[in-house]
């Protein structure tokens, strides 16, 4: 393990960056295009749903197929992974983000009109503040599934861990699985702490204990 | 008083579906007056309320807001002078109480100065002493302070028309009493000034508040006269009943005492 990691230290670090980049990227192209879905959709609440359930199909085909599918269409390499990445963080993160915009209380919403906000200025000012906390929450259980489906991005060679982790399979060692193993882990729980830091400062202050 | 209409019903009609809410309603609220509207539930008296600001659409019929259609008015800058104050408060909860009385002028783009002067004002108007309550939050407001912070939210930016949909109706009857005192006496002092339409389904806070009372019944209107005229002379079965439930209480007050 050890002399594995004396051996490979700057490949196994670069694979991790890739796999950081790979998913950080995706969530993040992910995150903005529910935001702008939502406020496309303010007014069609219907269509909303039906966003919804058309990712909800795309998300339950196998990734793996998904890879494939998409090779014809995007080549080899990073921007396939990210294209199938977002495609599956974007069902978790527009339905938490659509449960966390339904969950506000409407006479919120309502007030705000008729004190002569646009349904922009209300989307802004009332229900993205309000729908942070489950905004996070989505972001966090899709950040942990992004993680581990980015993996077999290295299949379609677009680096990151799954790298180290088709090693070890291929060669039948154990250090590079472990590895890989390992530094997914670390990055995910690494990651959530940050997410929960960002959280707490975008996170607006309801009052109470201060 | 001046005499120009506020607010103009004419033939106004309004159906969700199959179901007619409002089948043929026209009134005239001149400015500066106190007006209630006194209903029970399903009697169109919110639907009413909400036609004025333009949240709810008439089927038919034309609403006027200062003697122009609400259609050839821009909606979202009517409302901004137009105070909402609505029963269940809905402060907005990631707001300060500042900032709940700000939204209005921030809307209207006042200056910070010219804001922070007017939140101070009005705290002070509500009673709520603006150095104490101005930099908390709506959950550490009980529910009668709340609505005070409702009601500078609503006059924040000076509006010539507040509407009031059952504003004191989650309140304790205590609260209840004090607010609709000081709701009275705010109007008495803005001299004519500014017109309040107030929506209740208590009898005794739209006499009490009511320069005229216009009771409501099935999306029509029994009767709209001064509290006097309305005890004096029921004009509708209806109206009477209503009266009757009055006799009622005092009838259980005798016998308790």
């Given amino acids: 393990m050890i002399s594995y990691w004396n051996q490979n230290a700057s490949t196994i670090l670069t694979d991790t960056a890739q796999h950081a980049q790979l998913v950080f990227g995706s969530l993040a192209i992910a995150l903005v295009i529910a935001i702008l879905l939502v406020l496309l959709c303010l007014r069609h609440d219907r269509l909303l749903t039906g966003l919804n359930y058309i990712f909800s199909l795309l ?7 998904f890879f494939a599918l998409l090779l014809p269409l995007t080549g080899l390499g990073n921007t396939t992974a990210t294209v199938v990445l977002v495609i599956y963080s974007e069902y978790v993160i527009l339905r938490t983000f659509i449960t966390g915009l339904r969950a506000i209380d409407p006479s919120l919403i309502e007030v705000a009109t008729g004190m002569g906000m646009t349904s922009r200025q209300v989307f802004l000012k009332i229900q993205l503040p309000l729908a942070i906390p489950t905004i996070f929450s989505g972001l966090q259980v899709a950040l942990a599934s992004t993680m581990s489906i980015a993996t077999i991005a290295a299949t379609i060679n677009a680096g990151g861990l799954g790298t180290l982790l088709f090693e070890g399979l291929q060669t039948q060692q154990m250090p590079p699985l472990l590895w890989g193993i390992i530094m997914t882990v670390a990055l995910t729980l690494v990651s959530i702490a940050v997410l929960r830091i960002l959280q707490h400062v975008y996170q607006p202050r309801l009052g109470g204990n201060h | 008083m001046n005499q120009q209409p506020v607010i103009e019903f004419d033939h106004v009609t309004k159906c969700f579906g199959q179901n007619t809410v409002i089948p043929d309603l026209s009134f005239t609220i001149k400015q500066g007056e106190l007006v209630t509207i006194l209903g029970s539930s399903g009697s169109g008296k919110t ?7 333009g949240l709810i659409t008439p089927t038919s019929g034309t609403v006027k807001i200062n003697s122009q259609p609400l259609a050839d008015h821009n909606q979202v800058d009517l409302r901004r002078h137009i105070g909402y104050v609505v029963q269940q408060i809905a402060l907005f909860p ?26 101070n004002e009005l705290l002070d108007l509500v009673q709520l002493p603006s150095q104490d309550y101005a930099n908390r939050w709506p959950n550490e407001l009980s529910g009668g302070q ?39 006496q705010l109007h008495t002092s803005f001299l004519g000034d500014k017109t309040f339409f107030f929506v209740t389904h208590d009898l005794n806070e739209a006499l009490f508040l009511g320069q005229r009372v216009m009771v409501m019944k099935a999306g029509q209107i029994e009767q709209f006269a001064t509290p006097q005229e309305i005890v004096q002379h029921p004009a509708s079965g209806f109206v009477e009943e209503l009266l009757a439930t009055e006799e009622r209480n005092q009838e259980l007050w005798r016998k308790l005492q």
């Fill in chain 1, 59 to 65: 998300y339950s085909v196998p990734s793996f197929a």
């Fill in chain 2, 146 to 184: 709340q609505q005070r912070v409702g009601l500078a939210r609503a006059l924040a930016a000076n509006p010539d028309l507040v509407l009031f949909d059952e504003p004191l109706g989650a309140l304790d009857a205590l609260t209840r009493l004090d607010l609709q005192k000081e709701i009275k």
């Fill in chain 2, 47 to 53: 639907t009413t309320l909400k036609m004025i600001n």
């Fill in chain 2, 94 to 119: 990631h707001m300060s109480i500042r900032d709940n009385i700000a939204v209005t002028p921030k809307l209207l783009k006042w200056a910070p100065t010219e804001i922070d002067k007017r939140v």
